[in-house]
């Protein structure tokens, strides 16, 4: 299913929790070069991915030259947002329309942030949705030109307050437009133990309207951090994604690779077999336990015929074959009409 179809059938009133639609997101990771980004595209087939996103912008439109680092340095070494930025602006439309067929041939879904008003027009014509960075949650004019396309937007939510988020949701829905929001911290990485995946649960009560999703930063390690989100109600997961979490710098140290896709959506798998239904009844494998557990109406005494019923004459013992104890009201009062003996499950031949 498109990203597309899954945001306009979202109903906020269904509670069943489902396999969330998984966003590797490549971002940069292609260091430029557009054979890596295939290779990104393929890997992320291979693992499960339901999308690859990357990131459309020019390092002159999304920052000043003297803008600082907000990231880890010890693992990205460049201090300036502009230079690193720079390194990696290399692909236009013609490149992501490359990527795009590629994608479709993969039978992956495209996805790109843009982070300026030309990268999102031509990336338009290439995606189905929009993804709005944290970083832009509070730029107006940027929002409400994405809104004019008139497409379903996901917006992350890293280092923003609620009424921030509330601020940039009013915008959109002047639009009358989809919105899907991802909880996010913007850190990177996060450490598990500040990945508040609560507030998951806090912008669903605030936004019961909405698809909640997660956006992750944190190291991917056994991935549990995901599977948490998915069981708070996480409809979409976003997560870094590279062919090789050892390479230095940018986003590749607290990405998920291949290998840890695969063990996401194996231990997704596992987890909604062992949800199974969201309709509590009888399951077909108990039919043995409802019979023998349960317990039937048997006599506590030898009975004779013509004796009346009454409560020191019976009680309740397994198996369940025969008059339910649920029914001892219906009993009580009876007229026995066929001697019983002790602790013989009561039938109704036995009685008027």
């Known amino acids: 299913m498109q990203l597309s179809d ?104 495209f996805l790109s942030t843009p982070f300026d008003n030309e990268s999102a027009a031509y990336i338009n014509d290439i995606v189905d949705v929009f993804k709005i960075s944290s970083s832009d949650i509070t730029n107006k004019p940027f929002i409400e030109y994405l809104c004019q396309f008139g497409k379903p937007l996901i917006l992350s939510t890293g280092a923003s307050n609620i009424d921030e988020i509330q601020e940039a949701v009013d915008w959109i829905s002047r639009y009358d437009l989809k919105v899907v929001l991802l909880h996010c911290v913007l850190n990177y990485p996060t450490p598990d133990e500040q990945a508040n995946l609560g507030m998951i649960v806090n912008l669903k009560g605030v936004f019961p309207e909405l698809m909640i999703g997660y956006s992750d930063h944190t190291l991917p390690k056994e991935m549990k ?64 336990s409802r019979k023998n557990a349960r317990r039937s109406i048997v006599a506590t005494r030898d009975i004779k015929v013509g004796k009346i019923l009454q409560t020191s004459d019976l009680t309740f013992k397994r198996p369940g074959v025969g008059i339910s104890p649920n029914l001892i009201s219906e009993i009580l009062g009876k007229q026995v009409i066929k001697a019983i003996k002790q602790d013989e499950i009561l039938d109704r031949q036995s009685f008027n």
Not at 234 to 253: C, M, Q, R, S
Request: with cysteine.
């Open 225 to 288: 951090i995901l599977e948490i989100a998915t069981l708070l109600g996480a409809k979409v997961i976003e997560k870094h994604f590279t062919h090789n979490k050892n390479l230095p710098g940018n986003d590749h140290y607290h990405a998920m690779d291949k290998k840890d896709l695969l063990i996401f959506k194996k231990n997704i798998n596992s987890i909604f077999s062992s949800l199974g239904s969201f309709n509590k009844k009888s399951l077909l494998s108990e039919e043995i």
């Open 6 to 109: 899954l945001i306009e059938n979202f109903d906020p009133n269904d509670p069943v929790i489902t396999p969330p639609y998984i966003i590797a997101e490549a971002g940069v990771n292609h260091e430029g070069n557009i054979d890596l980004a295939k290779r990104l595209i393929d890997e992320a087939k291979e693992g499960g991915a339901d999308a690859i996103k990357f990131q459309t912008y020019k390092a002159s439109k999304l920052a000043s030259v003297n803008s600082p680092a907000y990231w880890d340095t010890s693992k990205e070494k460049t201090e300036s947002q502009y230079k690193l930025f720079k390194k990696y602006d290399n692909f236009g439309a013609k490149e992501f329309t490359e990527l795009k067929h590629h994608c479709q041939k993969q039978d992956i879904e």
